[in-house]
């Protein structure tokens, strides 16, 4: 079965620049979408296809695609940015999450 | 603006049928495709399926056998079958929108509030 794999957590301080991995094999072919999940919360897109921003999400959130990882980038992490972050992408004719990543604002 | 009002049993035994529905308010209903996902316990996101206003469906390759996802365009509503379950699907099940047809796709950006399951005998 098709996977997608995330590091399971990422740190960085107040202000800092916070990067998430995505790797998988069918990424060059398909695009991928990022959402945050604060604890206890809905999940919210924040990125879609690959490297465009729903209206309302912060330009701190940005994505960027290269052969089988994707990547999203938080610039100036906030506290507030703490949360669980997962990707997803497509294999053939179904849907894939990542693991998830989170982020811990130190 | 979309919104999504999801309702179902709660508590289910094992072997029985999980049953969920979901309202979509405010906004077109074609147009759009209809997920559900579900959470484990302190796991992370697994997509079950989707459908769009035509009924076309997609499921997840490890529950295909036990799902079924269908639509009443005249009640926008879309709903989840999942037969025989266990204690492993126990757990929070979204329902989620999002803008797409054949050639594009823009992300789930509307979620129902999540409607947590338990099966336990």
């Known amino acids: 079965s098709y996977e997608l794999t995330q590091p399971p957590s990422v740190s960085v301080s107040p202000g800092q620049t916070a990067r998430i991995t995505c790797s998988g094999d069918?990424?060059?072919?398909?695009?991928a979408y990022w959402y945050q999940q604060k604890a206890g919360q809905v999940p919210v897109l924040v990125i879609y296809k690959d490297t465009e921003r729903p209206s309302g999400i912060p330009g701190r959130f940005s994505g960027s695609s290269s052969g089988t990882t994707v990547t999203l980038t938080i610039s100036g992490v906030q506290a507030e940015d703490e949360a669980d972050y997962y990707c997803?992408?497509?294999?053939?004719?179904?849907?894939?999450f990542g693991g998830g990543t989170k982020l811990t604002v130190l | 603006q979309v919104q999504l009002q999801q309702w179902g049993a709660g508590l289910l035994k094992p072997s029985e049928t999980l049953s969920l529905t979901c309202a979509v308010y405010?906004?077109?209903?074609?147009?759009?495709?209809w997920s559900w996902i579900r959470q484990p316990p302190g796991k992370g996101l697994e997509w079950i399926g989707e459908?769009?206003?035509?009924?076309?469906?997609q499921y997840s390759p490890s529950l295909k056998s036990r799902v079924t996802i269908s639509v009443d365009t005249s009640k926008k509503q879309f709903s989840l079958k999942l037969s025989s379950v266990t204690a492993a699907d126990t757990g929070v099940y979204f329902c989620a929108g999002g803008v797409g047809a054949d050639t594009y796709y823009y992300g789930m950006d509307v979620w129902g509030q999540g409607t947590t399951v338990t099966i336990s005998s």
């Open positions: 405010g906004g077109s209903f074609s147009g759009y495709y």
């Open positions: 997803q992408s497509a294999d053939s004719n179904f849907w894939v």
């Open positions: 459908i769009n206003h035509s009924a076309n469906t």
């Open positions: 069918a990424l060059p072919k398909q695009y």
